[in-house]
């Protein structure tokens, strides 16, 4: 029997609500603790630009960590995939996203640049060379979404609640892996967390990412090669510690971040983008994983899957 890409929704949105209670929003950055618990959207954007979605797709919230992403790709393209690998690593810490232990202890190098250590790492180098605002125009394109901008109160108030991040730093500046100016690169760092998407934006980041960065008009806004490492260190290491296990039920190359987002990239089908505030205690949104686990099965989007049958269910 055929089902309806509304009603697979409907079931992911089900599942994805059933959990919202075991969760928490993030407090630790005061403003994001402002945030509704309870909404959730799910966005899905197809190779050909065509957008499904259900709940609360399109409400503006800060996109933390998936900023590395972004991040990681600029300076890829900026100074090669050899400069940024000689400073951070491939490999997954298997600690939290804001840990410094392994890297105090184990390593001379950020495991890899989606935690906030390599994240850290990846920013100082664009320092003093490429601005904000560059960054904050790479970011509208990817995400085809021209209202992006700056969330200032999520900014203030987490630069003034950065102890740890700042800790990260200084340590990475102690070992001599950040060279450049210490607070310009956690300002920067800051700043690329608050810009403010929508689920529905993030749909969009991700089916470029999805399409080896060729978008729906044929243009090429990224290259595929770059996509091709930005989508495997999301597979091994986007999830932060539960990205193992995210690997295996899900199968789809995803980044989380704080404030309630993820993108997911399901290789040369489509893109996903979930919005969810209420968080598990890794600080992925907490129904993130049995949405992007039922999307996964019902529309055969494991990376591993080699039936594609988007074309069926979505018209
Ligand atoms: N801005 C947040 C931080 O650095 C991002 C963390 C996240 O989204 N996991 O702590």
Same mark, same amino acid.
């Given at each position: 029997m055929k089902i309806s890409i509304s009603e697979v929704l409907r079931e992911a949105y089900r599942r994805g609500e059933a959990v919202i209670p075991d969760g928490a929003v993030a407090t630790y950055i005061p403003e994001l603790g402002r945030a509704d618990k309870n909404a959730l959207g799910i966005s899905i954007c197809t190779r050909d630009g065509l957008h499904y979605g259900i709940g609360t797709v399109d409400k503006r919230f800060t996109m933390q960590s998936i900023s590395k992403v972004v991040t990681l790709i600029v300076a890829m393209e900026r100074f090669g995939v050899g400069e940024v690998f000689r400073n951070v690593g491939m490999e997954p810490s298997g600690e939290a996203f804001n840990s410094l232990i392994e890297l105090d202890l184990k390593s001379n190098r950020p495991y890899n640049p989606m935690v906030n250590s390599g994240a850290l790492t990846v920013t100082s180098l664009l320092v003093g060379k490429v601005s904000f605002e560059s960054l904050l125009e790479t970011t509208r394109r990817f995400c085809n979404d021209p209202e992006i901008c700056l969330d200032e109160t999520v900014y203030r108030s987490e630069l003034a609640n950065m102890s740890r991040n700042k800790s990260i730093a200084y340590l990475l500046e102690s070992k001599g892996i950040i060279q450049s100016s210490?607070?310009?690169?956690?300002?920067?760092?800051?700043?690329?967390?608050?810009?403010?998407?929508?689920?529905?934006?993030?749909?969009?980041?991700? !089916? $470029?990412? +999805?399409? &080896?960065?060729?978008?729906?008009? /044929?243009?090429?806004?990224?290259?595929?090669?770059?996509?091709?490492?930005?989508?495997?260190?999301?597979?091994?290491?986007?999830?932060?510690?539960?990205?193992?296990?995210?690997?295996?039920?899900?199968?789809?190359?995803?980044?989380?971040?704080?404030?309630?987002? !993820? $993108?997911? +990239?399901? &290789?040369?089908?489509?893109?996903? /983008?979930?919005?969810?505030?209420?968080?598990?205690?890794?600080?992925?949104?907490?129904?993130?994983?049995?949405?992007?686990?039922?999307?996964?099965?019902?529309?055969?989007?494991?990376?591993?899957?080699?039936?594609?049958?988007?074309?069926?269910?979505?018209?």
């Open positions: 210490v607070e310009e690169t956690l300002d920067l760092y800051t700043r690329m967390c608050s810009l403010s998407v929508t689920a529905r934006s993030l749909s969009n980041c991700a !089916v $470029l990412l +999805a399409m &080896d960065g060729v978008d729906a008009r /044929g243009n090429e806004l990224i290259d595929s090669r770059l996509c091709e490492i930005a989508k495997t260190i999301m597979l091994t290491c986007g999830m932060y510690d539960e990205s193992g296990e995210f690997a295996v039920k899900v199968g789809i190359p995803s980044k989380a971040g704080v404030g309630g987002g !993820v $993108l997911s +990239a399901a &290789d040369n089908r489509l893109g996903i /983008g979930v919005y969810g505030p209420s968080l598990d205690d890794k600080g992925n949104c907490i129904a993130g994983k049995p949405v992007l686990a039922y999307l996964s099965r019902a529309l055969k989007l494991h990376i591993f899957d080699p039936n594609d049958i988007t074309a069926e269910i979505i018209p």
